[in-house]
């Protein structure tokens, strides 16, 4: 095979894996998880589940993987928005970041979903994690540097912010806290930037 013959199957491989991936998602954030099979997901993309079994030996639970690292790419990619200045306040900044993560969280939920609740075959919090899932913790810890008052730990400080920030956008998507999305982000700027 020809390095151009190669490289165009490389290309159409992956060019079919991505479209798995976009089929996996749209139809988890249509349906739910629940919805998201293999023989549905070769329906939706026109090939048959041994081409996804293919691209995703271990099946479902690696789709997932793959469809919870683009969404923390975008996480990341959310949580590291220039809109904050040089001059803006502790307080400006940890609202941001708050307001974005809580945002990307209602505004995806399935992929949130995958991210943080159903089993992905890639680690947290290892030496083997994949940079675009370290991307997103970094952000937190980048948003930490900033402040006026950097914390002792700002590593454990982020986990604790984005634990915090976890369990905000879990309870709201469960309906478990009141309608008043402001108040609650108010008391947790005033928590993390006194």
Do not use: C
């Amino acid at each position: 095979m020809t390095t151009s013959a190669a490289a165009r199957r490389a290309r159409q491989i992956e060019e079919r894996r991505e479209r798995i991936v976009v089929a996996a998602r749209a139809l988890a954030e249509e349906q739910g998880w629940e919805a998201v099979t293999t023989r549905r997901l070769a329906d939706a993309i026109e090939y048959s589940q041994p081409v996804l079994y293919g691209h995703f030996p271990q099946g479902r639970t690696e789709i997932v993987t793959a469809v919870a690292l683009a969404g923390f790419e975008e996480l990341a990619a959310a949580l590291s928005s220039p809109s904050i200045g040089a001059g803006a306040t502790d307080a400006a900044r940890v609202r941001a970041l708050l307001t974005a993560y809580l945002d990307f969280a209602t505004q995806n939920p399935a992929t949130y979903d995958a991210m943080f609740l159903l089993p992905l075959v890639v680690p947290f919090a290892e030496a083997d994690t994949p940079v675009v899932m370290k991307a997103a913790f970094d952000a937190i810890v980048g948003t930490l540097l900033r402040l006026r008052r950097v914390p002792d730990e700002p590593e454990a400080t982020a986990e604790v912010l984005w634990g915090a920030m976890h369990g905000l956008a879990s309870l709201h998507r469960a309906g478990r806290l009141s309608a008043d999305r402001d108040q609650r982000v108010d008391a947790f700027v005033r928590v993390f930037a006194p």
